[in-house]
């Protein structure tokens, strides 16, 4: 079992920044990747960005150039930062794990998630 714990979520300005962090707990090892993906009230869940310990990463077409996915493997810690957010940002962000190496904004794909952290972005 692998646990997830995301933070840094939390009520940002048009344009402005967020860094979001998760934390894994568990069986984890080099041979697996993680993702984040959110959800915003209505809609269904997308994938944002995935990246593994390798160094391989992909980031969604709909936020690159904005977000960007870094991971820790000595800390097993995952990020995403977050710039020039605007209100369809908004919604419940996940953190995600799946073990294997392929990189994937897939939900279907990932076998533990974390609660999840709210992100607003209003004026």
């Known amino acids: 079992e692998v646990r997830l714990m995301e933070s840094g979520g939390g009520s940002v300005r048009p344009g402005g920044s967020l860094s979001l962090s998760c934390a894994a707990d568990?069986?984890?090892?080099?041979?697996?990747?993680m993702g984040w993906f959110r959800q915003a009230p209505g809609k269904e869940r997308e994938g944002l960005a995935s990246?593994?310990?390798?160094?391989?990463?992909t980031v969604a077409d709909s936020v690159k150039g904005r977000f960007a996915i870094t991971r820790d493997n000595a800390e097993n810690t995952l990020y995403l930062q977050m710039n020039s957010l605007m209100p369809e940002d908004t919604g419940v962000y996940y953190c995600?794990?799946?073990?294997?190496?392929?990189?994937?904004?897939?939900?279907?794909?990932?076998?533990?998630w974390g609660r999840g952290t709210q992100v607003t972005v209003s004026s």
């Open positions: 995600a794990w799946r073990y294997g190496t392929v990189v994937s904004l897939s939900a279907a794909q990932y076998k533990y």
């Open positions: 568990g069986n984890t090892d080099n041979f697996d990747s």
């Open positions: 990246a593994n310990a390798f160094g391989d990463s």
